[in-house]
């Protein structure tokens, strides 16, 4: 059983007077200037205004979309300043770089107890590479520092790793605290029957996390075209389904491993079938032994699955799903995905989701309220489900209580 270490969190960081450099996230989608959807900004406002009332003096660092090192005003963070401020109700003050002089005028132009946003840290390649001069840059001007940034805990990047060594004290934002409170929770002492629910296109993304949660759940359900390469291992027809030819063999170990360990590996009874892949394609359901499938492709989990899937979770204490159940980016493939989604709300289990099509999912079935725990960080949740240390939080302070 993985043991996870408590971190120290915010609240437990001498603030007044401080300058705190906060990892934030707000990778998030600019146009022309104009910010598309502003949810990872208010993500981090708790944090930054605890850190206000506590008289702490904020330096915000963050990526935004892939400048690869270079600085590509295309990927600036001067709009994300400009939301901000109208979020937190006081000024920022932008940076027109990550590092150096343009820190310090603008850390000066900020004042005690002000807001400094910085630029890009990825128009620096020491960013990515985890270059230690550019970590201390980072550092220079501060003496604490919070990671609020789940979305980028399993990045070693100089921002989330490098930069801890310069601080006396480094711990965990609100947002990255609740983050692994909760995943922790699925992984040390889930509340049973414990469901996990597992789609998207590929078995090789989520290998980890299925062998992981193989020892963790009583019931996994798969759906997506993951399920495809399952199916294929059972001797069903597929069709031009996607299938992971080389993972076949790997899909029916894992199989006989759950069977071993008394885990209920449920997979599609019935799937809806296209003829192409595209929204006005001709589609019909059938049952997944039917080999009426030809030359079609799998796009969906039928209605049989979906009802079977439904009573599963009905029943279950805690969830965790990562990935949607079909093609659900079109229409009418994407019956499956909002049907387990409504489901898992229904459920009076612990829920948590995670994975940008699921949290979609969520979304548009309109029932985002009813999810416990909706994760930030689709490539960082699976990875932590799938039992890998995050680099991110492994370099925290640890809270000094708990034992492993």
């Not at 506590?54 to 915000?60: D, K, M, N, P, S």
């Not at 994760?375 to 209580?401: H, K, M, Y």
């Amino acid at each position: 059983m993985t043991c996870i270490v408590p971190r120290k969190t915010i609240h437990q960081l001498e603030l007044d007077g401080r300058r705190l450099f906060v990892r934030v996230d707000f990778n998030v989608p600019v146009t022309d200037g104009v910010i598309g959807d502003d949810t990872r900004i208010r993500a981090a406002i708790p944090t930054l205004r605890y850190a206000l009332e506590q008289r702490a003096t904020l330096v915000l660092g963050s990526h935004l979309g892939r400048p690869k090192g270079t600085v590509n005003r295309a990927y600036t963070l001067a709009p994300v300043a400009t939301r901000l401020a109208e979020l937190l109700g006081r000024p920022v003050v932008f940076a027109p770089d990550a590092v150096g002089d343009a820190v310090t005028t603008a850390l000066a132009d900020a004042g005690p107890g002000g807001v400094v946003l910085l630029e890009n840290l990825r128009f620096h390649p020491g960013e990515e590479a985890n270059d230690p001069g550019f970590a201390h840059a980072l550092a220079k001007p501060v003496d604490r520092y919070v990671n609020d940034a789940f979305g980028t805990a399993h990045r070693a990047h100089a921002s989330t790793v490098g930069i801890v060594s310069h601080v006396p004290d480094a711990a965990a934002g609100l947002l990255m605290a609740k983050e692994l409170q909760h995943l922790g929770t699925l992984l040390d002492k889930p509340s049973r029957p414990f469901v996990g629910i597992l789609g998207g296109a590929k078995v090789s993304g989520k290998l980890e996390v299925i062998e992981n949660l193989l020892g963790r759940v009583d019931t996994l359900l798969i759906g997506g075209a993951m399920a495809y390469t399952f199916l294929k291992a059972r001797g069903f027809p597929v069709g031009q389904s996607l299938v992971e030819a080389s993972l076949v063999d790997t899909t029916r170990d894992l199989e006989q491993k759950a069977g071993a360990r008394g885990v209920r590996l449920e997979l599609p009874s019935d799937h809806v079938v296209a003829d192409r892949l595209e929204t006005k394609a001709p589609h019909t359901t059938i049952a997944v032994d039917d080999p009426g499938i030809g030359d079609r492709l799998g796009v969906d989990i039928g209605p049989a699955t979906v009802a079977r899937y439904a009573d599963a979770l009905a029943t279950a204490e805690t969830i965790v799903w990562n990935g949607p159940m079909g093609v659900f980016e079109m229409e009418p493939f994407a019956h499956g995905t909002v049907a387990v989604a409504k489901a898992v709300a229904t459920s009076q289990a612990t829920s948590v989701v995670g994975g940008g099509d699921s949290v979609a999912a969520i979304g548009r079935a309109g029932i985002a309220e009813h999810i416990t725990h909706i994760s930030t960080g689709g490539g960082a949740s699976l990875e932590f489900l799938g039992g890998r240390i995050l680099p991110g939080v492994d370099v925290l302070s640890e809270a000094g209580e708990g034992s492993c």
